[in-house]
Structures are given as structure tokens and as C-alpha cells.
């Protein structure tokens, strides 16, 4: 996507073998910074820090860390290194799948018994593989989702808004995004199109990175508070709702950025169409209930205090806004139920929130 004049994917190598380069999104949208990875610890921390976030793409920067792993190693033990680092990295963020997905698809190609250097060699192609295979699914995800976009155009004649929540795009992405590739397409396409845009608390990825890359892209959009979504919905501004998935069970149930439950019932309610755009790294096709995904409980500190951008300084500054001891919850994700998802948008096609629609997209 661009930056400027400029072409960027979320993550990707230079001349330097041992570098991995990633945009550093807790900057955004005051800074435009640009990290280097060295080593697996590295990747953990980007990881866990969210200095990359979103499934597919810290499925993409595991399996560079795994790459890393092998590459850093000096020691005759240098499998166990990497075993060692696949276990880390697994653990980093427990409710997107695609960082699971990711590790496990390099692990299986690991072969102790054979030298670093074909190793080295075959995680390099394997993690630049996966980044790319992500690529690919993110803009067929768009091409499909399209025809979404198309319909209410073709019926309407006037500009399609589009609620979103959380940031399900480019930066959530290696490239596109899942729930804005459709939007970039239509764009580009001369549709006219508009994004109501949930700021998404705690952390802002909405008003914070979403905004930023539609802004960058010239896409039309307004930032709302969260809550401001069902009354848009009741007075007919939206026309249709897509976001992500951080993991989806084979029977159609969401995990997503905690609040995208309330906006199902919402659209469910005003009977406003309810898309979920998913790659199939997405997709836990070991899992059928909902209530079995393990759902992240984050730091207080991201509810007890918000980051902003200070006017005077014209630097980065995070202030208190609870009262000292004030107690906090902070889930990371909710679940949406199939019953209330009108679709999956994949890259194989959109199809049903239920195996039987699953199935009939990806087989067994």
C-alpha cells in the first residue's frame, strides 16, 4: 500500500540476510518508523509489544523469527534453537491462529538430521513463501468481497458506507488486508465508497491505524466512537458491515477485536448485512465452539491510560484517565456466532458461517 508516494508491505528484506524490516505500528499515525528484526527474540517482541499486529501478519513475522533462529544460530545445537524459538513465538499472542499456523507449516519442514545451511536456506524460501501466499489470499479476498460492494452500488446509485471495526487492513496484513481489500478495489474502481471508522478502544487501531492507511490511500472515511455504530445503523448511514477475524472455528464462529459482537447484534437488528473477510490461515478447522478459543486478557495499562500525540512537545505522551485503583477487565477479542455472520469472505470464494459453507470452500 502506499505511504506517500511510496510502496510499502508490512514486512520484507533488504540487502542484509539477517534483517527482517518491519513498520513499527505503535508510532502510527504521528511517526512513520521503520525496525529491524535480528533474531527470533526480536520477532517475539515485535510480536508482543504490537509493534506488528494483526493474524496474518504476525503469522508472517513468526515465520521470519523461525528464519531468524536458524540464521542467528552459532551452536552445533542449532535445531533445538529452533524448536525452542517455534515454541516462543507460539506463545506470543494465544488467540490469533494464523501465528500457530505459521509455525507449525515451517516446522514440519525442519530436518534435524540435515545441516544449518539447507536449513537456512529452505526457511527462507518457506517464510518469504507464507508471507506472499498471504498476499495472494488478502487481494482474492478483496476480488470476491468486491461484488459485495458492487450490488448495493448497482441498486443505490450513491455512495456505499461501510462500517468497520478494529483495523483489518494493509497494516494487519502483509499487503491489502482482509476487510479493506474489498474497499481498495472498489475505490480503485471509481466506486463511490465511504468507511464509518470504530476507533476501536482500547488501543485506537481504528482511529489510529485504519484512518491512517484509507486516509494515505485517498479512501473516504469518518472516525466514530465506538458505541455511535448501532445509532448510525438505526438511522440507515451504514450499508453494510465487514471486518476480520483473528480466529474463526470451522463452524463459523468469529474471535475478533473484543466490541465486533455488539456490532453483529447491531446490524442483525437493523438487518444491515454482516461480512467477516478471513484468509483460511484464519480458519481453526480443529475447532468447532466458540467458547473454545482462548481469549487474551491484556494489560490494564492499555485501559487505564491512553496514548496520544502532545501539540507542545510534538512527541508521543500516554496519560492516567481512571482513577488510581480503579479495578480493569481487558479481553482482547469477543465471539461473534455464525448466526449472526451473513458471510465469510475468503479467498476461495464467500460462503456461509457454518461447515457446511466451510466445507464446501476448503474440502474436509
Known sequence: M???????????????????????????????????????SDAYHAITHMVVRGAPLIGACAAFGLY???????????????????????SARPTAVNLKYAVDLLMEKVECAGSRESMIKELFHLAHRFAEDEV???????????????????????????????????????DYGTATAPIYLAHDQGIPVHVWVDETRPRNQGARLTA???GEHGVPHTVIVD???????????VDLVIVGSDRTTRTGNVANKIGTYLKALAASDNGIPFYVA??????????????????????DVEVSHMEGWDEETQK???????????????PGFDVTPARLVSGLITEKGICDASEEGIRSMFGK
Open 2 to 40: 502506499r505511504i506517500g508516494e511510496t510502496h510499502y508491505r508490512t514486512i520484507w528484506m533488504e540487502d542484509d540476510p539477517g534483517v527482517i524490516k518491519v513498520i513499527d505500528q505503535r508510532s502510527l499515525p504521528f511517526e512513520f518508523r521503520i525496525r529491524a528484526l535480528r533474531s527470533a
Open 68 to 90: 531468524l533462529a536458524a540464521y542467528r544460530s552459532k551452536k552445533d545445537n542449532w535445531c533445538e534453537e529452533v524448536k525452542e524459538a517455534g515454541d516462543s513465538l507460539v
Open 136 to 174: 495472494i489470499r488478502s487481494k482474492k479476498i478483496g476480488e470476491h468481497g468486491l461484488s459485495l460492494i458492487q450490488g448495493i452500488y448497482e441498486k443505490t446509485q450513491g455512495p456505499v458506507n461501510i462500517l468497520t471495526h478494529c483495523n483489518a487492513g494493509w497494516l494487519a496484513c502483509v
Open 212 to 214: 491512517y492507511e484509507l
Open 227 to 237: 458505541n455511535a455504530g448501532g445509532h448510525l445503523m438505526q438511522k440507515g448511514k
Open 278 to 299: 478471513l484468509p483460511s490461515s484464519s480458519i481453526d478447522f480443529k475447532l468447532a465452539q466458540g467458547e473454545e478459543i482462548e481469549i487474551e486478557n491484556r494489560e
Open 316 to 330: 508521543s505522551a500516554s496519560i492516567r484517565i481512571l482513577p488510581v485503583g480503579s479495578r480493569v477487565v481487558n
